[in-house]
């Protein structure tokens, strides 16, 4: 378990001091897939350098199975850093080794002969799906088969917990997809520990347990994917998953109806029962909705017939279903 304890960043800059995080509080259960999701400035990455202590935290501690890293000794904390793998947005894989010796790098440092270190360095290539490239140089790989690469690598010395900053900011959807598919496996199956790191909400809907929103340097929410997305509470969370429209046309300037989905079935046609019971169309000017775990979450903008008791049904309907929404002028 990693507990975070009122941990704070400071940088000194010519322009003065710059508070990269500020009195952070959270805690990582064993086994989960913990997201940390802001803007771009919000500190997430000096956050999750933090946990490792790639960068040494102004106060505050990080408590990793029971010890307070911030006050170890250099060896000890080598040793602990064992525990923890990690991945970036740029790979950061060494350009003059080919993908086996690249997966080799930190057994050998860790004093793996160079037979255990090829042996193990095989079977995580295998793992993460690139035996057939094993002899290829970076140079020779695609995008997603650097992070595959990378993560064969942080995996090397089993770790217990696996720090993913931005890991695929760089990427296209589909090799995404692929990549956070990879990370769920090896959590499900290895029972590592994942901290994901991102801007991009469809990472968190689509792999994470729980999420943490920070904004400006602060944690502003935290709680279980689905209720997040349920029920934002921050102003920055529901920037992040209910954006504002700015698509609908100002011409059609009639009432609407915000419909927020929180956790019925995926599988429930609800604006078609709406259409067929209440017996009237509505127009749909922006919808917003994800699948996770069978469950929907989301939003659907409609705009409400002229007649009013076509709207009286509407609402009825909503209600009896016990269907959030709010009214609106578009």
């Known amino acids: 378990m990693i507990e975070i304890q009122n941990l704070s960043k400071i940088f000194n800059s010519k322009s003065g001091e710059v508070v990269a995080i500020d009195g952070i509080n959270c805690t990582v259960h064993d086994g989960e897939i913990f997201g940390i999701i802001g803007l771009s400035g919000a500190g997430k990455s000096t956050l999750v350098r933090c946990i490792n202590l790639l960068e040494r935290p102004t106060k505050g501690k990080v408590i990793i199975d029971g010890t307070d890293i911030t006050g170890v000794s250099a060896k000890e904390l080598r040793r602990i850093r064992k525990n923890i793998g990690m991945i970036f947005q740029g790979f950061?894989?060494?350009?003059?080794?080919?993908?086996?010796?690249?997966?080799?790098?930190?057994?050998?440092?860790?004093?793996?002969?160079?037979?255990a270190a090829i042996k193990k360095a095989k079977e995580l290539i295998e793992i993460v799906g690139l035996s057939d490239r094993i002899n290829n140089y970076p140079s020779q790989l695609s995008g997603g088969q650097k992070q595959r690469v990378a993560i064969a690598r942080a995996l090397a010395t089993d770790p217990k917990y696996l720090l993913c900053d931005e890991a695929t900011s760089a990427l296209d959807p589909t090799t995404t997809t692929q990549i956070l598919e990879l990370l769920k496996r090896i959590n499900s199956?290895?029972?590592?520990?994942?901290?994901?790191?991102?801007?991009?909400?469809?990472?968190?809907?689509?792999?994470?347990?729980?999420?943490a929103v920070l904004d400006k340097s602060h944690i502003v929410e935290l709680g279980k994917v689905s209720e997040v997305f349920a029920n934002p509470q921050s102003d920055m969370a529901k920037e992040l998953i209910l954006?504002?429209?700015?698509?609908?046309?100002?011409?059609?300037?009639?009432?609407?109806?915000?419909?927020?989905?929180?956790?019925?079935?995926?599988?429930?046609?609800?604006?078609?029962?709406?259409?067929?019971?209440?017996?009237?169309?509505?127009?749909?000017?922006?919808?917003?909705t994800k699948d996770i775990g069978g469950k929907a979450f989301g939003q659907m903008l409609l705009q409400l017939p002229e007649d009013e008791n076509s709207c009286l049904r509407i609402r009825s309907f909503l209600e009896s279903r016990q269907i959030s929404y709010t009214e609106e002028a578009v």
């Open 92 to 115: 950061n894989l060494l350009a003059q080794r080919n993908v086996l010796e690249n997966v080799m790098f930190p057994l050998r440092l860790v004093g793996k002969s160079r037979a």
């Open 189 to 211: 199956e290895r029972g590592v520990t994942v901290i994901v790191i991102t801007h991009e909400m469809r990472v968190i809907e689509q792999i994470c347990d729980r999420v």
């Open 243 to 288: 954006p504002k429209n700015g698509s609908v046309p100002t011409s059609l300037a009639r009432k609407a109806i915000r419909i927020t989905f929180d956790g019925r079935s995926s599988f429930e046609p609800v604006i078609s029962n709406m259409i067929l019971e209440c017996r009237c169309t509505v127009n749909i000017l922006y919808a917003d």
